[in-house]
Nanobody
Framework: VQLQASGGGLVQAGGSLRLSCAAS????????MGWFRQAPGKEREFVAG????????LYADSVKGRFTISRDNAKPTVYLQMNSLKPEDTAVYYC????????????????WGQGTQVTVSS
């Protein structure tokens, strides 16, 4: 599956951004989707995941209550709505796809999209 992320940018602390990740190449509804991020000098980390049907979601503690992951299997696209952004959210954000189940470990991700930069100024 091919993934194309977009929507990153520069925002002030407290602001919002919505990331999108358009998928193509395979049956989108067969894949759980997720978002990961990597800040300079740090390991890539899990941010949020959503099941194939969208009825189950999972979030890292650091973003719980501020970020919302969703998907539209008809488009087919996965979204990450990011509210109340903090400077520590600054990172390159990557979308990811995994056959059947949500994956939170970077080494187990099957497909990666290219990253999109999110910068939060204080």
């Amino acid at each position: 599956v091919q993934l194309q992320a977009s929507g990153g940018g520069l925002v002030q602390a407290g602001g919002s951004l919505r990331l999108s990740c358009a998928a193509s190449g395979r049956v989108f509804s067969g894949y759980a989707m997720g978002w990961f991020r990597q800040a300079p000098g740090k390991e890539r980390e899990f941010v949020a995941g959503i099941s194939r049907t969208g009825d189950s979601t999972l979030y890292a503690d650091s973003v719980k209550g501020r970020f919302t992951i969703s998907r539209d299997n008809a488009k087919p696209t996965v979204y990450l709505q990011m509210n109340s952004l903090k400077p520590e959210d600054t990172a390159v954000y990557y979308c990811a796809a995994d056959f059947l189940n949500i994956v939170t470990v970077t080494s187990r991700v099957q497909y990666w999209g290219q990253g999109t930069q999110v910068t939060v100024s204080s």
